[in-house]
């Protein structure tokens, strides 16, 4: 669909409060709902009511002395998201296709969104038996490689906010559906520094994930690599998958600037 054909389905309020986010700049980091009705060429209760609306999400905050309005912490945190995911792929993408040939097994990376592991990239095994391309999917965190190995790095804030959130819901029997039970688990991850999916979404699949950590000293991601359980034994997943893992999300955290600190 062209941009001209896109336009035809553009929702006016949202375009005026994009509109509105835009006036802010350098030059101008405040603005009055007098400055922007005059920018915007919009009736003064319109534009109150569009900054109520963000300030309410976080996209905008009121200065309480001047009453202007500036940018709130909401757009800095897209901001950050942004340059993760666009740094984070590109970084990854060659380190990725090495590791894949090297084990000969699909390989992927993904990253933790509202407390769900979406995974971005994949490179797969030409092998015949192997497991579906899974991009774009959001798969439950408690039970993937991806996702626990991920939490294995969340403050006690963190977890507390996503053992609300989520239910540890049983997909096999496997899967872990104690929360202390998991906490126990997921020091086990931190302490080895990989995660290990043992059948717990889906029979028949294992998978491995080590975190990838960004300049911030933050898990920025995961690295894994996933297939039939046939072929994943513990011993080749000890000896061979979870170092050649370890090394490569080590690679991939490196070029994104983490110290090891």
Known sequence: MQKKEKAEYMIQAVSHALDLMEKFSEETPELGITELSKKLKLHKNNVFRLLA??????????????GNYHLGLKTLELRKNFIRQMDLLPQARPILLALAHECNETCYVAV??????????????PQ????????????????????KVQLAYFSEKELVSFFAKRELTRFTPNTITDQEELRRHLQEIA??????DDEELEAGVRGVAAPIHSYENRV?????????????????IKRE??????RAAG???TRLGYSGK
Do not use: W
């Open 112 to 125: 933790m969104k509202e407390f769900r592991s979406v995974y971005l990239d994949v490179v797969e095994t």
């Open 241 to 246: 998958l979870a170092p050649l893992l370890v």
């Open 53 to 66: 609306t963000l300030e309410t999400r976080g996209y905008v905050e009121q200065n309480r002395v001047t």
């Open 251 to 253: 690679e991939i955290s």
């Open 220 to 236: 920025a991601g995961a690295l894994i690599i996933s297939g039939p359980s046939m072929r994943f034994t513990d011993e080749r």
């Open 191 to 196: 302490d080895q520094g990989y995660a290990i």
């Open 128 to 147: 015949v038996v192997r497991i579906v391309s899974r991009i774009g999917s959001r798969l439950p965190a408690h039970c993937t490689a991806a996702g």
